[in-house]
Structures are given as C-alpha cells and as structure tokens.
Nanobody, 116 residues
C-alpha cells in the first residue's frame, strides 16, 4: 500500500506560479510512474503531466512549456512547477502513483485557483 499526499495548492493571479508537491510512502517509490491529474468543476479528470520511473516526462499539450514535472526518489517526492498560470488551470490537482493496475494510488487532491 502506498499513500500519496499533495500539498502546495492555493490562490494565485494569472501569470503567477505555484509548486505542487506529492509525498509518497513506501520503499518502492522509485518503481512507480508518478502523475499529476486535474479536475475542474463539471469536467472529467485529465492528465496534466507524468514522469516515468526512469524519469521521462510527458505533458498534456495545454501545459507544455509552462509546467515542469520532476521527482526526487531519495525523498519519495514528485513536484509540479507551474508557471504562467491561466484561469483555465483552475482545478483540483491530484497526484497518482502507478505501477500496475493493482498498484494504482491517488491522493486527496489540492485546490489550485487562478484568478484573472
């Protein structure tokens, strides 16, 4: 069992920056692909960025060039640096740890609100 806990959300003006953190429990963190997803009111949850166990990143087109995902395996933590934030980035952001369909864990989410 892996527990993931997000932090770092908040209210920011358009054009500003936030850094989200996701701390995961367990000794096998380095084996997990880690992802950030978001869900805006009335919309489906969508993938924002993902980083493989080997450190390869993937970004949704909507955040390319603005967001950066990184991981620190020594600290069991994954980060999402969000720059040039837009009002449409407003959502609850969730951290996901995935290794297999039976080892797929979600955090409780952290709210990000971008004001115009």
């Amino acid at each position: 069992q892996v527990q993931v806990v997000e932090s770092g959300g908040g209210l920011v003006q358009a054009g500003g920056s936030l850094r989200l953190s996701c701390a995961a429990s367990g000794s096998t963190f380095s084996l997990y692909a880690m992802g950030w997803y978001r869900q805006a009111p009335g919309k489906q949850r969508e993938l924002v960025a993902r980083i493989s166990s080997s450190g390869s990143p993937y970004y949704a087109d909507s955040v390319k060039g603005r967001f950066t995902i990184s991981r620190d395996n020594a600290k069991n933590t994954v980060f999402l640096q969000m720059n040039s934030l837009k009002p449409e980035d407003t959502a609850v952001y969730y951290c996901n740890a995935y290794r297999t369909p039976y080892a797929d864990y979600w955090g409780q989410g952290t709210q990000v609100t971008v004001s115009s």
